[in-house]
């Protein structure tokens, strides 16, 4: 009873999150309180009020209007870092459970080498070669979601593989990319899907993370992440500086995670218990 | 003794396969790295020098095979920014973060596993529910800002408590501890909250065992029931956590020397990249990952020791 209901409360909460935050990306392309960019050295580093709702940074920008633009930067190292991660986990993973053989055991080991490097290292050395910005911290966070979704994928088709179904496929002779594709992956999309969504979630948090460290998006783009790292120096004149940043990205993550958990759920009957 | 060989040699194969991107990832650099530290416009007999003293002229096998022996002698060249053996700066910052690294450890284990096993034992009461929402709260908050928020309201008000910077063992243990445990806290947290989960859920798994209920009729003191009997059985899904954790520690070392100024390899490593100094960062990058595989490597050893079926598979 209170697990279906901490369900429920996962889905509506995290729905209420992400929808709340896709809807305020949306208006951040035609509406802003302030100018995003616009700097004015009178107006700088003041406290909450009723025009600067969140105070101003170091350049008098508004910091309510930076966190609603800084929805898109999230958003769309989100969607690169997943689009990368799915593509290329469920085309290895794909591969590496179907042929099984030798195939499997080198794609397999290159997998555990990739899982080998904590994943922040792996974008901080993936960053320190192709440079900082949105796209480049996007592909770097990307590589490091292949391995995890690999592994997902290539355990479903090894699980599929010997249906009856598939033999079915092979018998009437259809090849190997359309039995992969058509036949088997439907089977494991619901897993994929569930992958995608926590993806979704640690890419945000990485995302924050390479930023903060100067190495993530780089100026002028709006990011969470990079704003802490400028409030950083502010910490005893303007706290209230640090507090915004830092509560949109929890709030962000938070949502996601609620809502992976409750698509997991939805998803996958074996979670329920 | 054949599960720990195959192990091992799986081990072996990944650190190879490691140090192949390690070295290979540098190698699709776009530019000529003699070129960005002399300039576009130095004098070509320079060039050459400077390209055979780096071996840069030998064949890619040759750098290769170079690199990798230097792994296991302890000499990695010289970082470009530093001018100084890279063995040598990596051991100088070694010790904090490895300090750092223990502290950060010993609250994750020592918060999260009573606290799981609290958890468990009140499934669905209001403890356990404040709990499990707590958590993923716990998960989602970046550990950068939650430093920032410790050095506002903990390390700013707290005498103890420095704000930034390091002191060294050797000069003193509490000043040591007073640089290193907020940021140990910081890094802790969000694996507390991971790890707390975990516990839970195998602890919950063994509850409901009959083992459990047969020493509970034998009138055995709960306290007895859940660390030696429960426990133990819970240990070996744990483990696995811990050793994820661990690269997860090490990984949030490198973030939370920055929040700290902490000097510590992390630092050195972004200050690396910074610097575009790359003999510097493959070192660390390759160092860092050989030490996460083998700790999870002697988590497997300790499987089979805690649970004897493990070594027959």
Not at chain 1, 71 to 92: C, S
């Amino acid at each position: 009873m209170t697990s279906k209901l901490l369900k429920n409360f996962n889905l509506l909460i995290g729905l209420f999150i992400v929808g709340g935050l896709l809807l305020i990306m949306i208006i951040s392309f035609f509406y802003t309180p302030h100018d995003v960019t616009a700097m004015n050295i009178a107006q700088k580093l003041l406290a909450p009020n009723g025009t600067n709702w969140f105070g101003t940074d170091e350049f008098g920008r508004d910091i309510f209007s930076r966190i609603m633009k800084g929805t898109q930067t999230a958003f769309l190292v989100g969607v690169i870092t997943v689009f990368i991660g799915v593509v290329f986990g469920v085309l290895i993973g794909g591969i590496a459970g179907y042929f099984g053989g030798w195939t499997d055991e080198i794609l397999s080991r290159f997998l555990d080498a990739l899982m080998a490097f904590p994943g922040i290292i792996l974008a901080l050395m993936l960053v320190a070669i192709f440079g900082p910005g949105i796209v480049n911290t996007s592909i770097a966070l990307g590589v490091i979601a292949i391995p995890g979704i690999a592994r997902i994928v290539r355990s479903g088709f090894v699980q599929q593989r010997e249906a009856e179904y598939v033999l079915a496929a092979k018998l009437i002779g259809a090849n190997a990319p359309r039995i992969m594709f058509r036949h088997i992956f439907p089977n494991i999309s619901s897993q994929i899907i569930v992958a995608a969504t926590i993806t979704f979630a640690t890419a945000m948090l990485a995302e924050a993370a390479l930023s903060y460290l100067g190495l993530g998006v780089q100026p002028p783009d709006p990011s969470w992440g990079r704003m802490l790292k400028d409030s950083q120096s502010y910490l005893t004149s303007a706290p209230w500086y640090v507090y915004a940043p830092g509560i949109a990205i929890t709030i962000m993550v938070l949502g996601l995670y609620m809502l992976s958990n409750a698509v997991r759920d939805l998803l996958d009957p074996r979670s329920k218990q | 003794m054949l599960y720990l060989l195959r192990r091992f040699v799986l081990l072996i194969v990944t650190v190879i396969f490691v140090s192949f991107i390690t070295f290979g990832v540098f190698q699709i650099l776009p530019g000529d790295p003699v070129l960005t530290m002399l300039g576009t416009e130095a004098d070509p007999a320079q060039i050459e020098n400077l390209r055979s003293e780096l071996g840069l002229d030998l064949p890619l096998y040759v750098q290769y095979f170079d690199w990798i022996t230097g792994l296991f002698t302890g000499d990695l060249g010289n970082s470009i920014r530093f001018s100084m053996p890279v063995m040598d700066l990596m051991l100088d910052r070694l010790p904090v973060t490895l300090s750092l690294a223990a502290i950060t450890l010993f609250i994750v284990c020592a918060v999260s596993l009573p606290l799981g096993m609290f958890a468990a034992r009140r499934q669905n009461k209001l403890s356990d529910l404040t709990l499990s929402t707590a958590t993923q709260i716990g998960m989602a908050i970046p550990s950068f800002w939650l430093g920032m928020m410790l050095i506002i309201y903990v390390a700013m008000n707290v005498d103890f408590f420095r704000i930034s910077g390091y002191i060294p063992w050797s000069t003193s243990v509490t000043g040591a501890f007073s640089t290193l445990l907020l940021p140990a806290i910081t890094i802790a947290i969000p694996q507390i909250a991971i790890n707390f989960r975990y516990v839970r859920t195998a602890i919950l798994e063994q509850i409901r065992l009959d083992y459990v209920r047969t020493i509970r009729s034998k009138g055995i003191v709960e306290r007895i029931v859940m660390y030696k009997h429960v426990l133990k059985n819970a240990l070996i899904p744990i483990l696995t956590v811990f050793g994820l954790i661990s690269a997860e520690v090490m990984a949030g070392t490198i973030i939370v020397e920055q929040v700290f100024s902490i000097p510590g390899v992390g630092q050195l490593l972004v200050t690396a990249i910074n610097n575009r100094d790359f003999p510097l960062v493959q070192g660390i990058v390759m160092y860092i990952t050989i030490a996460v595989v083998s700790i999870n490597f002697i988590i497997d050893i300790l499987y089979s020791i805690i649970d004897p079926r493990i070594r027959i598979r």
